[in-house]
Antibody
């Protein structure tokens, strides 16, 4: 059973860069799956951030595209999110997830989530 | 982007009730719709999708229907474990988008 675990700083300064990694265990990133990021601001709903395939192909939420990068490291069996020029509006719980299979439900497996606060 | 609208925002119900949640898409998404459940302070979990495939371990008291732009999730005989917020999500075309959620609370 694949498991996902987010890691990274819990506090980022305004205008700084948010960098998170999702470690994959119990399976490989080199499968026919899309690996994604979803976030949830305090008291709010879910927001899809983007996803990546093990080949490096990716899709981004247009609202974040200018600040966003999602990559995969096959040697470390992990994928990452980088969000630049952050503001308080980027404060959220960030989840990594995996789909059920190409063309299927995007978030069948979820990590535990990591709270990232943007504050000076 | 495809907009997803869920109704009602909050649904008050009693144990044993049958409830129906609605999700509408701003354009046709075929049957590319998933439902997630989230309990307070917990990670969202995938419940099921419109082809009526239940995620492994999910009770058959959940059922879904719909296609195109109108979808429903029905929960039969509400139990304490079912009180949560439910989100729909379309995966017909990027960017994937979620509805704002329906909170099912105890009356």
């Amino acid at each position: 059973q694949v498991q996902l675990q987010e890691s990274g700083p819990g506090l980022v300064k305004p205008s700084g860069t948010l960098s998170l990694t999702c470690g994959v265990s119990g399976g490989s990133v080199k499968t026919n799956n899309w690996w994604s990021w979803v976030r949830q601001s305090p008291g709010q709903g879910l927001e899809w951030i983007g996803d990546v395939f093990h080949t490096g192909s990716s899709h981004y939420n247009p609202s974040l595209m200018s600040r966003l990068s999602i990559s995969v490291d096959r040697s470390k069996n992990q994928f990452s999110l980088t969000l630049t020029s952050v503001t308080a509006a980027d404060t959220a719980v960030y989840y990594c997830a995996r789909d059920i299979g190409v063309g299927g439900v995007p978030h069948a497996v979820w990590g535990q989530g990591i709270l990232v606060t943007v504050s000076s | 982007d495809i907009q997803m609208t869920q109704s009602p925002p909050t649904l008050s119900a009693s144990l044993g009730d049958r409830v129906t949640l609605t999700c509408r898409a701003s354009q046709s998404i075929g049957t590319s719709l998933a439902w997630y459940q989230q309990k307070p302070g917990k990670v969202p979990t995938f419940v099921l999708y419109v082809t009526s495939h239940l995620q492994s371990g999910v009770p058959s008291k959940f059922s879904v229907s719909g296609s195109g732009t109108h979808f429903t999730l029905t929960i039969y005989s509400l139990q304490p474990d079912d009180f949560a917020t439910y989100y729909c999500q379309q995966y017909h075309s990027y960017p994937w988008t979620f509805g704002q959620g329906t909170k099912v609370e105890i009356k």
